[in-house]
Structure formats: C-alpha cells, structure tokens
C-alpha cells in the first residue's frame, strides 16, 4: 500500500470509524447492459457516477428546459427499465440495480 492510500484509509477511517471501511473499498460490476454505457471493469460507485454522467453529457442527452430530466437513448432505455426519461432522483435506483458488488483487493 502506497503513503497516499495509506493517508486515504486513515481519513476514512476517522470520518467513518473501522467498522465502516470495507464499504468504501469495495468495487462495483455493472451487468450487460450497464457495462455498454461505463465498461465490464468493476469500479467504485463514484466511478458509476462519474462515467455515467461523462456519457449522458457526451451525447447531450440531459433534458435542455428541465435540467432534473434524463433522456434516455438506445442504450440507456434498457437500463432505465424501458422509460424514454427519467428523473435524476430516480435514475441512481434504477443504476443500482445493474450492480453487484465485488470486494476490490488490498
């Protein structure tokens, strides 16, 4: 383990106590349909998130009158239950269910 990992786990472990560390390490790894948007790779939730958005902003698909909105394309439908937009509210309960976790290893 690298000192800026080492730093980084004992910050975590201060903010969130030890108990609560292996939910920060652990990875995710999108199903077929998710993987088309973000990759097959297993990667942190804030990676989901981050590759999502990088893909919604890419192909322009946040709704131009109401910001909230997604507007799914052909590959985001099927991971958007088959809807044609969804809320930003909703569209990270609809991700998660394209996930398992996975333990990433130290």
Request: overall charge positive; aromatic content about 4%; charged content about 30%.
């Amino acid at each position: 383990m690298t000192k800026t990992s080492q730093k980084a786990v004992k910050i975590v472990d201060k903010i969130l106590g030890k108990q609560n560390r292996s939910t920060v390490r652990k990875s995710l790894r999108p199903d077929a349909a998710l993987s088309a948007v973000i990759g097959n790779r297993a990667v942190p939730s804030a990676d989901v998130s981050k590759k999502l958005w990088a893909y919604i902003k890419k192909n322009g698909l946040q709704d131009k009158r109401r910001r909230v909105v997604i507007n799914a394309d052909k590959k985001l439908k099927p991971i958007f239950g088959g809807r044609s937009h969804v809320s930003l509210f909703e569209m990270d309960k609809l991700v998660s269910k394209h996930l398992t976790i996975e333990k990433v290893q130290s």
